[in-house]
């Protein structure tokens, strides 16, 4: 995947609509092929059938945010149960301060 993928969370989503976005957040419910995420805001992911994501853990998802602002899940990793997501709340704000560096935008 050669497309720029910026770090946002749920506020974010709406700047963002129809690109490639990569998000990390904490799995709430999962329901066959979507799930709820929590990423400073509720998120709702249609996952693709190599998501292998469980309830109460964290998980990268990288996706193509949607009309109805839910993300269509391209790529998605499980990070387990360790993550701080205040970290990755500081990561993101980082990335949209300077985000010449990071992004296009």
């Known amino acids: ?7 946002i969370n749920a506020p974010l989503l709406e700047r963002f609509q ?9 799995v709430l ?6 799930a709820t995420i ?4 509720t998120i709702i992911a249609h996952l693709d059938r190599d998501s292998h994501l469980a309830v109460g853990h964290a998980a990268e998802l990288v996706g193509k945010i949607q009309q109805d602002l ?11 149960t360790n993550i701080d ?4 709340d500081s990561l993101v704000e ?3 301060m300077y985000k010449e560096i990071f992004y296009d935008s």
């Open 1 to 7: 995947m050669n497309e720029q993928a910026p770090r």
């Open 38 to 41: 929590d990423s400073h805001g």
């Open 94 to 96: 980082v990335n949209h």
């Open 18 to 26: 129809g690109r490639v976005v990569r998000i990390v957040g904490k």
């Open 29 to 34: 419910e999962l329901h066959g092929e979507t």
């Open 70 to 80: 839910s993300v269509k899940v391209l790529n998605s990793i499980d990070f387990g």
């Open 85 to 88: 997501f205040n970290v990755y």
